[in-house]
């Protein structure tokens, strides 16, 4: 069973008050890329040897390889070994669901950028999670229908449920609450990634630092209907100037580098850039797929990112293929 799942922008992000179980409430705005991870569930009987370049975790019934996908040049060995790892999570969690051991071996071939602002790891779980359901789901009648698996994303991770559902979406809450967005045409991104990570804990915890230190009263984030009106009209150049994300002050702080590779698709032409949700991959918005080529192949030349690659969104959520 092999489902394929997509990478995240938010075009919004926009973060509110922390809140007292330590996350924050946001207004974000998700966009789902064509940039894909794809996760295989295989059975496997009682025993079992897990081949492959990184073995996650083969101490017991689940077994999880990542591979780079062909082609993308992604870190696997920043990806987390260990029970830790979120598609492993995933998979005993849907085991545990439906009352039966997780004999299963996860395949993770991985093109999302790792620790990247990407939902990468998010998108495995949100994989592992449809993948397994359906491996172990053999009745008429799925014994996990969507919302559930919705539900079991959310306690995974804030970016789980979006990874499942694909598309444009508001998310409230952590991030989990989602209500599709009204969206036209396809918009043309390029995406320049960077050397390492970004934790994802540490940008959240660099942003309250620097609130607190401006004592800056946190306003409760609007969605902005400048972003909603260019999504719904499919007009490139609104959407680029309403992009936003208010991670971004922190991020650059924590990775003064990103500044340049911003300025860099600035001056080639971007018609909108930021940094992709807790980063370091920063995005940038092109006003056509010719005109991607051309800041992509011009971004790449300048050496301010470890790789640089095109996609489109909005596109679907996690898939069975
Ligand atoms: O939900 P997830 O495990 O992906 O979140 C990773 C970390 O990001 C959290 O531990 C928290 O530090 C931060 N976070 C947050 N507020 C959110 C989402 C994430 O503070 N809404």
């Known amino acids: 069973m092999t489902v394929r799942v997509p990478a995240k922008v938010n075009l919004q992000l926009g973060v509110g008050p922390i809140r007292d179980d330590g996350y924050h409430d946001l207004v974000t705005v998700f966009h789902a890329v064509s940039l894909f991870d794809e996760v295989t569930a295989e059975p496997v009987g009682g025993t079992h040897a897990a081949e492959g370049l990184t073995i996650v975790r083969d101490d017991g019934p689940l077994a999880v390889t990542v591979e780079a996908a062909p082609g993308a040049q992604v870190d696997i060995g920043d990806v ?131 609130r607190e ?28 100037a309403a992009l936003g994300n208010d991670l971004q002050p922190a991020a650059l702080l924590l990775r003064p580098s990103l500044r340049r590779t911003l300025d860099a698709g600035r001056d080639l032409g971007a018609i909108g850039s930021l940094v992709s949700g807790s980063g370091p991959t920063c995005a940038f918005l092109a006003e056509s797929e010719n005109h991607a080529a051309e800041l992509a192949a011009e971004l790449g030349g300048l050496g301010v990112a470890r790789a640089v690659v095109r996609a489109h969104g909005p596109v679907p959520g996690a898939t069975v293929i």
């Not at 444009?168 to 969206?183: D, H, I, K, Q």
């Not at 390029?190 to 630092?209: I, K, N, Q």
């Not at 306003?219 to 719904?232: F, K, R």
């Open 213 to 240: 230190a401006q004592g800056e009263r946190v306003a409760w984030p609007q969605v902005s209907q400048n972003l909603m009106t260019a999504l719904a009209t499919g007009d490139a150049k609104a959407l680029g």
């Open 80 to 210: 987390p070994t260990g029970a830790d790892n979120l598609a492993a999570r995933a998979a005993q969690l849907v085991a545990d669901r439906l009352g039966v051991e997780p004999r299963v071996r996860l395949r993770i071939r991985k093109a999302i950028p790792v620790a990247g602002g990407m939902a990468g790891g998010s998108a495995d779980a949100a994989a592992a999670l449809v993948a397994c359901a359906r491996l172990w789901d053999d009745g008429e009648e799925p014994r996990l229908d969507r919302e559930e698996l919705l539900e079991l994303g959310a306690a995974l991770g804030s970016d789980v449920p979006f990874a499942m559902l694909g598309g444009t979406a508001v998310g409230l809450g952590r991030g989990e609450r989602l209500t599709p967005a009204l969206t036209r045409g396809t918009f043309h991104w390029v995406f320049a990634t960077a050397d390492g990570g970004l934790s994802t804990p540490a940008v959240y915890a660099e942003c309250d630092r620097v």
